[in-house]
């Protein structure tokens, strides 16, 4: 018995197998989509994908639409060469229908934060289109058809569609940054393009050329592959050295314009803006980044510095923040936090004073860790004597404590 009727008999028939297969393509090819999303979802783009892929469905209705109102109808369909098909209803007419259904979406919402996102919600609008069609063809060409059309038909639709939404994607962002570098008519083009790709694709399929069809295919996943590491390195949420952060600053100055609530992107600016001397404006990145993400230690630590450097904080409220803060924090963590610090206040005439009060903060948490172990040790030693009130303690004097802990505002003069 072949196999494939060995899996139709297992999965209880025709139809079952087909969505069976239709499901698990759709989540395949959504996962690969979403590990290529910006840095581990660092754009804070989440369910964006799915949404879009939910969306793409429309797309083909939409088509049927295109159809019925273009000037062509089915009846005169025979009287067009196979070339003009293969264009113009089927390139020209799925990629306008996946395109305008992309635009609608991404145009009244704000899915895209940088263009990059444009071409892979290109991608799901398009994935959802074709796995609709598979299911379509399967019902005529049995499951070997379908199989073949998860792989090669579902990949074409996708690098056909990135063509238009990488176009799409410079458009919305350059239009909602102030910026309007490009126009609507370099979008058309990119459509065009792809419906040409997509109507010689299918044009050496009719025509029994699979192998010219396999090329373009070839040729335009090879085109999707440059043009997404090409975004891959423009992207302001990769990492940027503080050592260009003037021309970071204004990449990070455009992605918050998408995402003003990014924390990364706030933070970041932060930290590029302290870099390039500009302190006021550090503070108000980095207490936006804090108040996104209120568990992130490192940053309400920047607040601290900054604000005491700008004569916001007096120095004795500074040590007292600084302790609350660095106390919830690893010496490891801490000392590699001094480190940063002194490369971005590198210039900055209060950098030995910023970096000596973390250094008096790493000295405090070591001294009290020590502390902590002896007085382990000792409950060890008197675990056997029962009352804790028979139990040795270590009394440390307070000049034995580092300088944070001998400030003023933690020991008071005594009174007399």
Known sequence: MPAHNICLIMCGGKNEMIVLITITVSIFWLRILKKLESHGKLNDNRSVLGCMFLCGLLSIPVVHLLHEFSAF???????????????LFVGLF????????????ARSSSFIKEPKDGLLQAASVALAFAVTENVKYAGFYGLEN?????VTGTMGHMAFAVIWGYAGGLYLCSRRTGKNEYSFSMVSGAVASAAVFHGFFNYFIYLDLSLISYLILVLSVGITVFILRYLRKRSPYRPLSFTESKAALDDIGDALCLNPGSFLLN???GFHSIKAGSYTEALGYLKKASSVNHK?????????????????LEEYFAFRELDKVCSKVS???LIRLKEQAAELFEGCDGRENLTAMLDDMID???????VKN???????AAGDLGSSSNRGFLIAGKDNLPMAYRHPGYYPADEE
């Open 73 to 87: 109808s089915y009846a005169h369909i025979i009287n067009l060469s196979l070339f003009t098909y293969s264009v």
């Open 296 to 312: 992130e230690l490192s940053t309400r630590v920047y607040v601290i510095l900054l604000e005491y450097h700008l004569n916001l």
């Open 267 to 269: 933070k970041r600016a």
């Open 364 to 370: 405090s948490i070591r001294f009290a860790q020590r």
């Open 331 to 333: 010496v490891y963590n």
């Open 146 to 150: 379908l199989l073949l059309r998860s």
């Open 94 to 105: 799925e990629e306008t229908a996946k395109f305008l259904v992309f635009y609608v979406v």
């Open 374 to 380: 002896r007085i382990a040790e000792f409950d060890r």
